[in-house]
């Protein structure tokens, strides 16, 4: 089992930053890949960003430039930077793992830009 706790959620005005970060715990020598999706009101989740193993990032169209996802195996984190925040982006984020197995969800940060 995986367990993530996520914190650095919060209320921003457009342009500004934040830093989500994920923690995860118990069976980390599992996860392969790392990741965040985003639920906005009355939609559904959609992908955010990944980072594999390797290091190799990948990101959905509307934040590449703008968002950047790293991981510290070490630590056992992924954080999310994300800069030149619009209110587009104000949604519930969650954090995700996977291992060959199975994907494991973080419990949401929220996320509020305000124009």
């Known amino acids: 089992q995986v367990r993530l706790v996520e914190s650095g959620g919060g209320l921003v005005q457009a342009g500004g930053s934040l830093r989500l970060s994920c923690a995860a715990s118990g069976s980390t020598f599992s996860i392969i890949g790392m990741g965040w999706y985003r639920q906005a009101p009355g939609k559904q989740r959609e992908y955010v960003a990944s980072?594999?193993?390797?290091?190799?990032?990948n990101y959905v169209d509307s934040v590449k430039g703008r968002f950047t996802i790293s991981r510290d195996d070490a630590e056992n984190t992924v954080s999310l930077q994300m800069n030149s925040l619009k209110p587009e982006d104000t949604a519930v984020y969650y954090c995700?793992?996977?291992?060959?197995?199975?994907?494991?969800w973080g419990q949401g940060t929220q996320v509020t830009v305000s124009s």
């Open positions: 980072i594999t193993s390797g290091g190799s990032a």
């Open positions: 995700y793992v996977n291992t060959e197995f199975r994907y494991y």
